[in-house]
């Protein structure tokens, strides 16, 4: 019999996913402006918000309880966000669940990575109006 993901397996994975793509994000010039400069995001409190955002979505975990839409929003507020940003973010979400499968959960991850993407640049474009 194949052996049985636990949960905690994929909390794990969450982990190193993330980390991942964070290391890509990062280093793309699209993309790392609007982290670091335009957000200032602070790393060691950013990356364990990513994880617990992903541990809700495909765990059920509670401890991500904040309005990450708003967030977005202050973001795009100050620097637009464009169809390429959301085009990158996918791209490099995608290329990094491929090095770093979370599992029967991967996905999953794609289909809602895709669906928020998509809300979240219909609710921009609503908000900006
Ligand atoms: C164009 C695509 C995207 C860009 C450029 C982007 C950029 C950012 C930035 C700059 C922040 C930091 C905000 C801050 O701390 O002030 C952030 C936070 C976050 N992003 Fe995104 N994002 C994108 C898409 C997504 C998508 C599709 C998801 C989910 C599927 C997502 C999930 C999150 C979460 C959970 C946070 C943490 C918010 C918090 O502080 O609680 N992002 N994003």
């Given at each position: 019999m194949a052996p049985t993901l636990k949960p905690d397996d994929t909390s794990r994975q969450i982990d190193q996913f993330v980390d991942a793509f964070y290391e890509r994000v990062l280093a793309d010039p699209l993309l790392s402006p609007l982290f670091?400069?335009?957000?200032?995001?602070e790393l060691s409190e950013h990356l364990p918000r990513i994880k617990a955002y992903w541990r809700k979505m495909l765990?059920?975990?509670?401890?991500y309880q904040r309005h990450m839409m708003r967030k977005h929003r202050d973001v795009d507020a100050r620097q637009p966000f464009a169809d390429e940003h959301y085009e990158r973010w996918l791209a490099l979400f995608e290329e990094t669940l491929k090095k770093h499968p979370l599992g029967s959960s991967t996905e999953r991850a794609a289909a809602l990575a895709r669906r928020v993407a998509g809300n979240m640049r219909q609710n921009m474009q609503r908000f900006r109006a």
């Open positions: 670091l400069d335009v957000a200032g995001i765990l059920g975990h509670r401890d």
